[in-house]
T-cell receptor, first 114, second 115 residues
C-alpha cells in the first residue's frame, strides 16, 4: 500500500534546465494535484486533474506543465527552471464525489535551482 | 475568494503544556476544514477534519471544532509531547463541483516542544 509516491526526493538544477517530477498513486483516485510550499506562504496549488485526460491550472501555474495519461500518474514538468522555482513540491490525490473529501499527500520533492 | 489565517509562530512550549493554534477562515458556502501536520523532513499528514458546523475532529489527542459563527477551527491539545514538534497547517476545501480537491492553506505554524 504505497499511497502517493513522489520522485525524486531531492534535486538540484541549473537555471534553464528542464526536469520532470514524478507522482504516482495506487488508490485509484480520480483527483490529483501539485502544490508548492514556500516559507511563510503555506501550500499553493499549481495544477490539478479530475481524471485521465483532464487537467487545469491552479493558483500558480506559470513555468509548469502537466499531463494525465493514466489514472495513476501525474507528472509535473519544469520547462526552463528558474531560481524562483526553488521550493518543496507536493503531489496529492483524493476521491471525488460522495466517497469523501480527504486529500492525501506524498512525501515531497525538495528542488533547488541555482 | 477563500483564505485561511493561522496564528503566527513559532510556538514554543514545555512538555505537558496546553496547546492552542488559532485558525480562522473566509470562504463561500460550507467548506470542509482540515488540520495537516508536517514532521521535520516529511510530507503532510492529515491530522483531523470536520465537514460541517459544530463537528469536532479529533486524532492523537488533538481536537478542533468547526465554529461557523466565528469562522474558526482552532487546534487544541491538552498535554503536548516532544514528538508533537512539527509544522501545523490549517486548510479548507469547498465541497463538490469544480472546487473539489482545491485546498486553501494557512501559512503554517511551527511548534517546538521542549522536554
Amino acid at each position: 500500500n504505497a499511497g502517493v509516491t513522489q520522485t525524486p526526493k531531492f534535486q538540484v538544477l541549473k537555471t534553464g534546465q528542464s526536469m520532470t517530477l514524478q507522482c504516482a498513486q495506487d488508490m485509484n483516485h480520480e483527483y490529483m494535484s501539485w502544490y508548492r510550499q514556500d516559507p511563510g506562504m503555506g501550500l499553493r496549488l499549481i495544477h490539478y486533474s479530475v481524471g485521465a485526460g483532464i487537467t487545469d491550472q491552479g493558483e500558480v501555474p506559470n513555468g509548469y506543465n502537466v499531463s494525465r495519461s493514466t489514472t495513476e500518474d501525474f507528472p509535473l514538468r519544469l520547462l526552463s527552471a528558474a531560481p524562483s522555482q526553488t521550493s518543496v513540491y507536493f503531489c496529492a490525490s483524493g476521491m471525488t464525489g460522495s466517497f469523501g473529501n480527504t486529500i492525501y499527500f506524498g512525501e515531497g520533492s525538495w528542488l533547488t535551482v541555482v | 475568494g477563500n483564505s485561511v489565517t493561522q496564528m503566527e509562530g513559532p510556538v514554543t512550549l514545555s512538555e505537558e503544556a496546553f496547546l492552542t493554534i488559532n485558525c480562522t477562515y473566509t470562504a463561500t458556502g460550507y467548506p470542509s476544514l482540515f488540520w495537516y501536520v508536517q514532521y521535520p523532513g516529511e510530507g503532510l499528514q492529515l491530522l483531523l477534519k470536520a465537514t460541517k458546523a459544530d463537528d469536532k475532529g479529533s486524532n492523537k489527542g488533538f481536537e478542533a471544532t468547526y465554529r461557523k459563527e466565528t469562522t474558526s477551527f482552532h487546534l487544541e491539545k491538552g498535554s503536548v509531547q516532544v514528538s508533537d514538534s512539527a509544522v501545523y497547517f490549517c486548510a479548507l476545501m469547498n465541497a463538490g463541483g469544480t472546487s473539489y480537491g482545491k485546498l486553501t492553506f494557512g501559512q503554517g505554524t511551527i511548534l517546538t516542544v521542549h522536554p
